[in-house]
């Protein structure tokens, strides 16, 4: 079975064939042989792979997100999730630095 591609490769061969053949015509209809072989261009046409990525400039934007602020400032010393996946409520998402509030309950 031919495939698309193959069958345009085909298509222009015969066209490109028809249309410099097409000049000579005329002249063999006056009666003006010619002895030599009919010349005509012909183009070989190779398959190359087409590029199936496209660039552009621009921004992604997620479809959802969150901004995380805390109730107290401090230093986070965990995170207790990876970027992208789904928690649920009320899930530890961070740890900050609490050994001195620590200190000061024990007293």
Known sequence: MIS???SGYIIAITLLS???CKDKQP???????QNSPAIFDAIV????PLSRSLEVPGTI???ESTDIHPEISGRVTGISFKEGTVVSKG?????????????????
């Open 45 to 48: 046409a190779n398959p190359e």
């Open 18 to 20: 028809f249309f410099a």
């Open 4 to 6: 698309k591609q193959q």
């Open 61 to 63: 934007m997620p479809f």
């Open 27 to 33: 002249e063999q209809a006056q009666g003006q042989r």
């Open 91 to 107: 899930a530890l998402l961070v740890k900050l630095f609490d050994e001195d509030l620590r200190a000061q309950l024990e007293k």
